[in-house]
């Protein structure tokens, strides 16, 4: 498939990206705080969803129709806090189908206010744990012949104007190791507002994990978790799932 084929990524600067074969591209959502500063939510959280560009166009199609069928009420982005309601196990196990696919990976990092880092340096740790989870993700997509280095490597952030700048200055010089291969990861943003079936699927990533550190609070136990949480990272051995939570005591 040529990237001619692929739509381009429309930066909220009016810029566009064209994705190239071959490509590698992790799209990532945010929840909680960089600073830790908020109460009930102590943390900071990315998570999300990875595919190769050869499989953007089915697997978006797929979430497109999931979303129109389980979702008829959105027309435009779906926000996984706003339309994802707890209580609805259809509409979650919908969610969970549409992203259960061999060529769809899912990850997430999550730090919280238990971890010994200074305020300044949340972000950078923060995304210096992410990029571990690229790197799993990107060694499964290589064992599996998913993808095959040097391709290059992107990763779509939605675009936050609280977490913008915390990004671009805590991203230079991440990349990946796959095997043999180190690949430097080229960082963008993307607005909600398009409604992206990736964005839209990390944002439900990013919902089910923030929750779920939550739901532990409440409990006192990291071992009891969500449901969704249970289904999208501990369930099946997904071959390109990757999760980590850092966490200690001050």
């Known amino acids: 498939m040529s990237s001619a084929e692929l739509p381009s990524v429309v930066l909220p600067a009016g810029e566009h990206l ?19 500063g908020n109460r009930e939510n102590p943390f900071l959280a990315f998570g999300g969803v990875a595919c190769t560009c050869e ?4 697997l978006a199609e797929t979430w497109k129709q999931m979303k129109a069928s389980t979702f008829p009420q959105v027309r435009g982005p779906l926000h996984a806090k706003r339309h994802l309601k707890d209580r609805s196990v259809r509409q979650w196990q919908a969610v969970q189908a549409a992203m259960n696919s061999p060529y769809l990976g899912r ?12 305020p300044e340096h949340i972000t950078l ?10 790197a799993d993700v990107a060694g499964g997509m290589l064992a599996r012949a998913l993808w095959h280095p040097p391709g290059r490597v992107f990763a779509i952030f939605e675009h936050s104007p609280r977490l913008t700048d915390h990004i671009e200055r805590a991203f230079t010089g ?8 180190t690949v430097p990861v080229e960082g963008c943003f993307m607005p909600k507002s398009i409604a992206n079936p990736f964005l839209e699927m990390a944002d439900c990533i990013a919902n089910a994990v923030t929750k779920n550190v939550k739901y532990q609070r409440a409990q006192a136990s990291r071992i009891v978790c969500t449901h969704a949480f249970q289904a999208l990272f501990r369930d099946a051995e997904h071959p390109l799932a990757s999760y980590c939570e850092v966490t200690a005591a001050r």
């Open 18 to 36: 064209v994705i190239p074969s071959g490509a590698l591209v992790f799209y990532v959502d945010d929840s909680g705080d960089e600073k830790f």
């Open 125 to 134: 740790v923060a995304l210096r744990t992410l990029a571990n989870r690229f």
């Open 174 to 181: 991440i990349s990946v190791t796959a095997g043999p291969h």
């Open 55 to 58: 499989f953007h166009i089915p």
């Open 107 to 118: 990850f997430a990092a999550v730090l919280t206010d238990t971890t010994d880092v200074a």
